[in-house]
């Protein structure tokens, strides 16, 4: 669905996959000490590779933000041609969704870096 509309797939991605994604992360990953794995909840966040929980509150305010930006000024800071029907609306939100997706992606530590290592974390 991506090269055939990126538009409709950074909908389907953001509202159903990420809010779904990230809703488990943010209520149901247990803060204290984590018996399974024998690590604190600071211990995890520590070795995360990506996003830690810091990290995925900022983007999700800026992609919960990015509508209401879009609907206050629909030029976007003179990005978009201004948006004449909801159908408009959505397809900019999610011209702004897939680039905040690309952007989120290439920013977190050890994904897009040339330190990353070349050899998953759970190796040894």
């Known amino acids: 669905m991506l090269f055939v509309d990126p538009m409709l797939s950074a909908l389907v991605g953001w509202l159903v996959s990420m809010t779904s994604r990230q809703a488990g992360h943010f209520f149901f990953e247990p803060r204290g000490y984590d018996h399974v794995n024998h690590a604190t909840h600071e211990h995890k966040e520590e070795?995360?590779?990506g996003y830690n929980l810091q990290r995925k509150v900022v983007l999700m305010v800026i992609w919960a933000l990015s509508p209401l930006v879009l609907y206050v000024d629909?030029?976007?800071f003179g990005t978009f041609t201004p948006w004449a029907t909801p159908a408009d609306f959505m397809r900019q939100v999610a011209k702004i969704w897939l680039t905040i997706g690309i952007g989120g992606s290439c920013s977190a530590p050890s994904i897009c870096s040339s330190s990353?290592?070349?050899r998953p974390a759970w190796s040894g």
């Open 47 to 49: 070795i995360k590779v």
């Open 74 to 76: 629909p030029t976007l």
């Open 116 to 118: 990353a290592t070349s």
